[in-house]
Nanobody, 120 residues
């Protein structure tokens, strides 16, 4: 199973970016999907998560500015980021809990990370 993230880049404050992360490989189903971020010199923290039925959870610092969504048919999760601030600068990682067979076992997979830089 591979997770391929894309959509990062350099954006000015108050700008917008949309991140995408597509899962591929031997996938039976996907449970939760999410986005994490790791600023320079800091730990990796949850930004937003979404369950298979669409329930969402956000870090307080991004509520009202970021929106997570998913397309189950494409095994893809998105993160729409609006009103970006310099403190949103980080490497963003996607995560998915993947079931690969009829066995009810879910494994955690991570994307390679995509850099988001918010600066004027």
């Amino acid at each position: 199973v591979q997770l391929q993230a894309s959509g990062g880049g350099l954006v000015q404050p108050e700008g917008s970016l949309r991140l995408s992360c597509a899962a591929s490989g031997s996938i039976f189903s996907i449970n939760d999907m999410g986005w994490y971020r790791q600023p320079p010199g800091k730990q990796r923290d949850l930004v937003a998560a979404i369950t298979s039925d669409g329930s969402t959870n956000y870090a307080e610092s991004v509520k009202g500015r970021f929106t997570i969504s998913r397309d189950n048919a494409k095994n893809t999760v998105y993160l729409q980021m609006n009103s970006l601030k310099p403190e949103d600068t980080a490497v963003y990682y996607c995560n998915a809990e993947v079931r690969r067979s009829l066995r009810k076992v879910y494994d955690d997979y991570w994307g390679q990370g995509t850099q988001v830089t918010v600066s004027s």
